[in-house]
């Protein structure tokens, strides 16, 4: 039997060993290889990546629960306003009644001194609802004219030099709802004239 020499080849992989064997310039060439500057600039920029993507992420969830609460919140005044309109109308209806009273009964007693008194009483009474609302009549009679609160329909020549620039009648009542304008009052205004 003949032993045949078994040959052992080596092949050493360290890059300065042998620049033909591993590729140009010593370099594997199915190994990226980069410097560790590099490699932690690229670790950082997948790091801030993730990082932004987590942040646009916990922006578009912050912006849903906003719109989700500015929907509760238009739902909330919603239902507040027509809790308002039915408070409203509750105190309302009884005076409509107290209309329809007075017309029946004017129809038939045919006193019209009886009239006068049933409107003036459903006109206190709605004074009365209009005043546990809050709203109040603009008081300007007798005082300077104020176009914040009034409209002047007419200018009347006065012969007191006291009613010069003061509001001498009233034409429509204006209204005023805790403070805020609702209606302003239809008046004269009173201009001295010798």
Not at 16 to 31: A, L
């Amino acid at each position: 039997m003949s032993k045949k020499k078994q040959e052992l080849k080596i092949k050493d992989k360290r890059h300065w060993v042998d620049k033909e064997e591993s590729g140009e310039n010593g370099k594997d060439p199915d190994v990226e290889r980069l410097p560790t500057y590099v490699e932690n600039l690229k670790q950082q920029v997948e790091a801030g990546e993730g990082k932004l993507k987590e942040y646009i992420a916990a922006y578009k969830k912050k912006m849903a629960e906003n719109d989700e609460f500015r929907e509760r919140l238009r739902k909330d005044v919603d239902s507040r306003v027509e809790g308002r309109i039915a408070e409203f109308a509750r105190a309302i209806l009884p005076t409509l009644d107290h209309l329809e009273m007075a017309k029946d009964s004017a129809r038939k007693s045919k006193d019209v001194d009886k009239l006068i008194e049933g409107v003036d009483m459903i006109q206190l009474e709605i004074m009365r609802i209009f005043d546990g609302l809050g709203m109040k009549e603009v008081d300007c009679l007798g005082k300077e004219f104020d176009p914040a609160v009034a409209e002047a329909v007419h200018v009347a020549d006065t012969n007191d030099n006291e009613k010069d620039g003061k509001v001498i009648e009233i034409v429509h009542p204006g209204y005023l709802l805790n403070e805020k304008l609702v209606r302003p009052a239809k008046v004269v205004v009173g201009r001295f004239k010798e």
